[in-house]
């Protein structure tokens, strides 16, 4: 354990969603949530205002719009823009610290003990959290983050999420039980609903009755690698270092359907598709993988894998989409599919080898894979399928906006950009020759909206 508080935790507040409220000015204050749009989506993140309603990570889309009002919006994910501000951020990070840790996309830890002369103090890192948290807002255009301070990762985790959103706790070194015994069981890592079932069991709600447990007795309800890191934790015992570089396990990419679906052409066209970003974000990644994935989930909710492993690491999508043809015709399609993904493991940071080596895949245990991303919208097969809720737009003659909706052959854009005011909306045609995906919009430029209203 450390002397002083010197690891940072850093948790962007509903980061998808905040980046979609910087980018459309007319969502800001209002409900916003981010996720799969169709019937069978999942809620990656919700805003504030949506949560005030009940709105929920992991929740079914179909939930979330019952719990929400009329006018909430409901959108899907722009990778390309959360990418781009999260840099921003990371690079902030690094300015602190050689040692940043970067363990989702909005969320990092700082080793503050390795970032030179830094004022280690309870008083020297609350300074420099507050000017953290002003330079992050001022460089992503208004996003916000809450950090936590302290003596482990650990205690900096539990930090940040005390005072969300926007928040700033540092755990003072000594006061670490002071601060976790109070809390509920479930703030710690690792003690998921189960877990917690069991716990409450035996009369433990909060980590102070859980450090009141002896070892052999959280061994005998957890078993022993499970029982014995709650007891270390329970006491604030966590000596886990900073890590700047984590490996990726794997790269995958899932699509959950409206609908059963069971023609195998048309799920040849997802395969290919998948193996298309799959290939793109591992070539992005300077990876290549041995082993391809194929994930389904059948009618009835029930999940399997295949896989199949390679001689040589490919980053190539040809030969991810054949494998991944070559898995499905084993798997089969009987009774129609809910969900399919793609996925490469086994991943390593050299290049592919021989594309037309005469060695053939062999089949390898089955690897699962997970992407908790949002879903991505599937391939378009109709020029309205071509556009989605939340995507970034520009008409050739009324310039740049987003998509708010669309339906019966015609697509409703609203334009506006992050600099401007809420913008008119216009209703176009689904196939208007003059409007065209884009790229998301730079918060730190101003660019003038050309649309009129139409009412």
């Known amino acids: 354990m450390r002397r002083e508080a010197s690891i940072l935790h850093l948790d962007l507040d509903a980061f998808f969603a905040a980046v979609e409220q910087r980018d459309k000015p007319s969502l800001r204050g209002r409900p916003v949530v981010v996720g799969g749009t169709g019937g069978r989506g999942v809620v990656a993140t919700a805003s504030y205002e949506a949560r005030a309603y009940g709105a929920r990570s992991a929740m079914s889309t179909a939930e979330a719009r019952r719990r929400c009002p009329s006018g909430t919006a409901f959108l899907g994910g722009r990778f390309a823009a959360y990418r781009r501000t999260s840099g921003v951020v990371m690079e902030l990070l690094r300015e602190l610290s050689p040692l940043v840790e970067p363990v989702s996309i909005d969320e990092a830890y700082v080793d503050l003990a390795a970032g ?18 002003e330079r992050i807002a001022a460089a992503t255009g208004g996003v916000t983050g809450s950090v936590g301070i302290g003596s482990s990762k650990l205690m900096a985790k539990i930090g940040s999420d005390l005072d969300k959103p926007d928040g700033l706790v ?14 509920p069981v479930t703030r710690l890592g690792g003690v998921g609903p189960a877990t917690a079932e069991r716990l409450h069991q035996v009369g433990v709600k909060t980590v102070g009755d859980l450090a009141a447990k002896s070892l052999p007795d959280l061994v005998a309800l957890a078993g022993r690698a499970h029982g014995t890191g709650l007891y270390a934790l329970a006491r604030a015992e ?10 990726a396990k794997s790269i995958s990419q899932e699509e959950t359907f409206a609908r059963d679906l069971t023609d195998r052409a048309v799920l040849a066209r997802y395969v290919d598709s998948m193996a298309a970003r799959v290939g793109s974000r591992l070539r992005a990644a300077a990876y290549s993988g041995r082993t391809v994935t194929l994930k389904l989930r059948r009618y009835d909710f029930t999940t399997l894998t295949r896989s199949q492993t390679l001689p040589q690491p490919t980053d190539d999508p040809r030969v991810i989409a054949s494998i991944g043809h070559r898995l499905l015709a084993e798997a089969g399609t009987q009774g129609g599919l809910r969900l399919l993904g793609v996925g490469v493991s086994g991943l390593s940071l050299y290049a592919q080898g021989d594309l037309f ?14 992407d908790d991303r949002p879903e991505e919208e599937p391939e378009p097969r109709t020029a309205e399928a071509r556009w989605w809720p939340g995507q970034d737009v520009r008409h050739d003659e009324l310039g740049a906006g987003w998509v708010w909706g669309r339906g019966l052959g015609r697509v409703t854009v609203r334009f506006e950009g992050p600099l401007t005011p809420p913008g008119p909306v216009r209703t176009l045609a689904s196939d208007d020759r003059a409007l065209h995906p884009a790229e998301p919009p ?14």
């Open 357 to 370: 080596a005469d060695d053939e895949p062999t089949p390898d245990d089955d690897v699962g894979t997970t």
């Open 170 to 183: 540092v755990v003072p070194p000594g006061r670490e039980r002071e601060v976790l015994h109070p809390l």
């Open 116 to 133: 030179g002369d830094l004022d280690l103090s309870v008083d020297g890192v609350t300074a420099l959290a507050r000017g953290l948290k």
């Open 442 to 455: 730079d918060w730190r430029v101003s660019e003038p909206v050309r649309a009129t209203p139409t009412r």
């Open 238 to 247: 966590d000596d886990r270092p900073v890590v700047a570089e984590r490996e």
